[in-house]
C-alpha cells in the first residue's frame, strides 16, 4: 500500500477568481522564506505551521466544485511558497490531470535551483502543470533585498527557464509606492520581460494595506506604516510602462494551439 503524500496547508478557497483563468479552488500552502514588506499573509511564513493534508482528501474536496469551473477553471496551488513543497505539489498534480483538471501554481520563484535533486523534481512537476503564476517582486536586485530580505537572481533564473521550456506564465507585479513604483525599475522589468517568450499575461496589482490587521495579530511592526495604496494615475502608468495590453491571454494561446 503506497503511503499518502502529505503537504503542509493553510486553508482553502472554493470560488477564486483571480488566481488564473476561470473559477478556481485554491490551495494555500503554509510556509516561505521570503519576508515581503508588503505581505498580506504573514500567517503563512512559519514552516512547519498550517496542518497536514493528503492530496488524495484535497483533490476530493477539489472536485466537489469542478461542475462550477466551467471549461477554464481548475485548481491553483498558492501560499505560503508552494515550491516549498515539491512532491506535494507533484503527487497532487499529477492525479489532477489524471482527472482532466486544469493546474497552475502561484509563485514567487525563489526557491528555483538548476542544482539536483531540485531541478529533476522541477521538471517532473512541470509536465503536470499547466501555468504558471510568476510574481516578480522587484527587479532590481538590492532593492528586491530591502522589500523582501531575499535577492532576486533565482527568480530571475526561473523565469528565464520557463522562457526556455516555453511553459506558460503571467506575470504578476505588486505597485508599491516609495519601493517599485518607479518609472526607471517599471521600464527595466518591461524589458527583461521581454526577453522572455512565454509571457501570455502582465498584471500590476495595486499594494493594499488590507493585511495589515495580521501583522499586528502576530505581533509583527509593518514595515510600510504610512504607505498608501498607490493612485489610479500611477497604476495607469505602470500598466502602459509595463505594455499590458500586448499580452494575448493564456486562454487565447490555448485556442491557437
Known amino acids: 500500500m503506497t503511503e499518502p503524500v502529505i503537504g503542509r496547508i493553510h486553508s482553502t478557497e472554493n470560488f477564486g477568481t483571480v488566481d488564473g483563468p476561470g473559477v478556481r479552488f485554491i490551495i494555500f500552502t503554509q510556509g516561505c522564506r521570503m519576508r515581503c514588506q508588503f505581505c498580506h499573509n504573514p500567517d503563512t511564513w512559519k514552516i512547519g505551521g498550517g496542518h497536514e493534508r493528503t492530496t488524495d482528501s484535497l483533490l476530493e474536496e477539489a472536485l466537489k466544485y469542478q ?18 513543497q515539491m512532491d506535494f505539489l507533484i503527487d497532487l498534480f499529477k492525479k489532477a490531470k489524471k482527472e482532466g483538471v ?3 501554481i502561484d509563485t514567487c520563484g525563489r526557491p528555483f ?9 522541477f521538471n ?3 509536465t503536470y502543470t499547466d ?10 536586485n538590492e532593492q528586491h533585498k530591502i522589500l523582501t530580505q531575499n535577492p532576486n537572481d533565482s527568480i530571475i533564473e526561473m523565469a528565464r527557464y520557463l522562457s526556455e521550456i516555453n511553459k506558460p506564465v503571467w506575470i504578476r507585479h505588486v505597485l508599491v509606492p516609495e519601493r517599485s513604483d518607479y518609472d526607471e525599475y517599471l521600464i527595466r522589468l518591461d524589458d527583461f520581460i ?14 493594499h494595506t488590507m493585511g495589515v490587521y495580521k501583522w499586528e495579530e502576530l505581533g509583527l511592526e509593518y514595515p510600510l506604516k504610512g504607505i498608501e495604496s498607490p493612485s489610479q494615475e500611477r497604476v495607469k502608468n505602470a500598466r502602459n510602462l509595463l505594455h499590458v495590453q500586448d499580452y494575448k491571454g493564456y486562454l487565447a494561446r490555448q485556442s491557437q494551439e
Open 194 to 207: 521581454k526577453t522572455l517568450n512565454n509571457v501570455d499575461k502582465v498584471e500590476v496589482l495595486p499594494y
Open 124 to 126: 517532473e512537476l512541470m
Open 67 to 84: 461542475s462550477y469551473w466551467g471549461k477554464d477553471g481548475g485548481i491553483t496551488v498558492s501560499g505560503g511558497e508552494p515550491l516549498l
Open 131 to 140: 501555468l504558471i503564476l510568476f510574481d516578480v517582486k522587484h527587479i532590481d
Open 102 to 104: 486544469h493546474t497552475t
Open 113 to 121: 535551483t538548476r542544482e539536483e535533486p531540485f531541478f529533476s523534481q
